[in-house]
């Protein structure tokens, strides 16, 4: 049996289990550190009857993931409040002494959708979520993509539509990034009507989904996924998707020579199929791999 | 003792050896296939005195290299007369009987770059070329991305600058994709000049070094890489390096939270250390793979 967590900035999700089939979950609001964390290895013990193997976990970030650093396992320099230098990780492991397994929350969820949902069986893909913000997760050679840190896709700039689209994005980093364009506080901001309550027909779906398909777009030629799963909050408007996919066949123009790309788009950009649970689920998979390790050393 | 050929699409580059040290090559233009790959051929034969363990291709194209596919080790769809569906890696392997690898010419680079230039040790990097087109190859955790194809980075979209530059790219495919603004070929028809003709303070290298920062922001945030290296015929006014690192410190806006890339940046965008021989040296680690994958089997 496999304990997970999912730290996201705004709740928590923890679960215990082995599976899909097999998941208990909870979700609590993110307060401070100590209580929040607290709460979820509580909710590990007890559920778990004290049986658990590992734990997993998928984090927001930016998280330090070099086995290496004095730091591992750390939330580093978030802006947000109480949770800068966050020895996630280290105060897991210390209340539960078992192998912790820690990564980004978009890798945890493309570990899920690869072992369970709409990646199965492929050794090159991208997980995508477009919400809060704008994040990547990728999947190369069969494994995760970290490199000098890890990704942050969704700050990559792409042309910025001025003459349809004056808003100046939201990005308080880089302004009209992708993720300043395009993430779900920017529609907010710019249309002053949460992304969810924006009519179908509005301006700013179309506009949207010309942002995200060069995003998609430049992620494709840059990664040459097999297929690119796209969720977060904002794909709940899921005409998004026939837009998006449109206007990436016409930005990519046919130079992609795969069947793939040119024929079978609506298989190749896809919604993922774990829906809310591929970061609790990616974290056993996250867990499963802590344990292996340990087992091997 | 190995063999290796770069292919490109304006002129081959054979070589026989074991290394930087110890490599004999030769050069000629590439005319059409059978004169072409025939003249690579003879000079393989002849300089190993049939001693050769394996051969390894780093090919202009694009390629397909996929083990399972029939059209394995061909150059596909190149707009290059006479080179369509070409079977580059077959006829080097029916001709001189050993095993062969076969990857892109910016692969092989950074294969080279890898084992005896600039990327040493390093699990995670970008080669990119900017010359007659632009080109990536990425190396992830320790291993060559392909993915469904193989990237092709040079066809980016990134902010095209209206203000400064109404050139509109020209990119047979794409317009004013990052190829279609900033290779050798935009800087020549945009200005009437050659690139290596313009002036060092020409506005030309201004707007070079501003739409390189933008893709190699891209690739950063992207590919999270430990360090790019960045060669080319372009890049051969290497006053663009410092200005290419000034402009993509202004684009990242320490968002990377890494000391390579906030102090260390001329450390991290740097110039390859093989030079022009980057992708026939790679040639010989794409030979020792081939020949060390067929030990195994």
Redesign the interface.
């Known amino acids: 049996m496999f304990g997970a967590i999912e730290a996201g900035g705004t709740k928590f999700v923890c679960g215990v289990g082995t599976g899909p089939a097999d998941l208990r979950t909870i979700q609590f609001p993110t307060t401070l550190p100590e209580a929040t964390i607290g709460r979820a290895i509580r909710f590990l013990q007890e559920e778990s009857g004290g049986e658990l193997k590992a734990v997993g976990i998928g984090s927001f970030g ?1 998280i330090d993931l070099h086995s290496a650093s004095a730091t591992f396992g750390y939330i ?2 978030t802006p947000k409040a109480g949770w800068q230098n966050c020895n996630l990780a280290g105060a897991v492991r210390d209340a539960l002494a078992v192998p912790v397994g820690f990564d980004t929350d978009v890798d945890a969820a493309a570990l899920g959708e690869a072992r369970w949902g709409a990646a199965q069986n492929l050794s ?1 893909f991208l997980y995508l979520t477009i919400g809060t913000g704008i994040g ?1 997760g ?1 999947i ?2 069969g ?1 995760v ?9 969704g ?6 539509d001025l003459v349809r689209d004056a808003y100046r994005g939201c990005c308080p ?2 302004g009209d990034c992708l993720e300043g364009l395009a993430s779900g506080p920017a529609m907010q901001d710019r249309w002053g009507i949460a992304a969810q309550d924006l009519p179908a027909d509005h301006l700013g779906w179309t506009l949207e989904a010309h942002y995200l398909a ?1 995003g998609l ?3 494709a ?6 297929r690119i799963l796209l969720g977060g909050g904002v794909l709940r408007q899921s005409q998004l998707f026939g837009r998006i996919r449109h206007d990436l066949a016409g ?1 990519l ?6 069947t ?2 040119i024929r079978d788009l609506d298989q190749y950009v896809v919604p993922p199929q774990l829906g809310d649970r591929a970061g609790v689920l990616g974290g056993l998979v996250l867990a499963e791999h802590a344990y292996t390790r340990l087992d091997r050393e």
């Open positions: 930016p580093t320099s090159d990547g990728a190369i050679n494994r993509l970290h490199g000098l840190v890890h990704p942050e896709m700050h990559i700039r792409v042309p910025h980093f880089h060069h777009a430049n992620w030629l840059t990664l040459s996924p097999q930005l123009n046919g130079y992609v020579r795969a793939e790309v």
